[in-house]
Nanobody, 122 residues
Framework: QVQLVESGGGLVQAGGSLRLSCAASGRTVSYYAMAWFRQAPGKEREFVSAISWNGETTYYADSVKGRFTVSRHNAKNAVYLQMNSLKPEDTAVYYC???????????????WGQGTQVTVSS
């Protein structure tokens, strides 16, 4: 079993930056694909970014390309999401997810965190 805990969310003005962290415990996620999803009020959960187990492959939603960067530190059992040039439409609860095996943009992840709130004011 893998437990995921997100942190780093908060309130920021448009144009600002935040760095989300996801700490994994229970077992190593070194060979797991990791991803970030988000869910805004009244909307379905959507894919944001994903990273392969070795960090060599990354995917981004079109809406965040060029502004967000996903990274991981396998020795720390952690994954990160650097969010720059934030916009009000980035406001959502951000979830970390993990799955053994290959990276995917689909919601087919086995383990999920509880989420962290990101609010971007205009």
């Amino acid at each position: 079993q893998v437990q995921l805990v997100e942190s780093g969310g908060g309130l920021v003005q448009a144009g600002g930056s935040l760095r989300l962290s996801c700490a994994a415990s229970g077992r190593t996620v070194s060979y797991y694909a990791m991803a970030w999803f988000r869910q805004a009020p009244g909307k379905e959960r959507e894919f944001v970014s994903a990273i392969s187990w070795n960090g060599e492959t990354t995917y981004y939603a079109d809406s965040v390309k060029g502004r967000f960067t996903v990274s991981r530190h396998n020795a720390k059992n952690a994954v990160y999401l650097q969010m720059n040039s934030l916009k009000p439409e980035d406001t959502a609860v951000y979830y970390c997810a993990a799955r053994p095996g290959s990276i995917t943009t689909m919601m087919d992840y086995m383990f999920w965190g509880q989420g962290t709130q990101v609010t971007v004011s205009s």
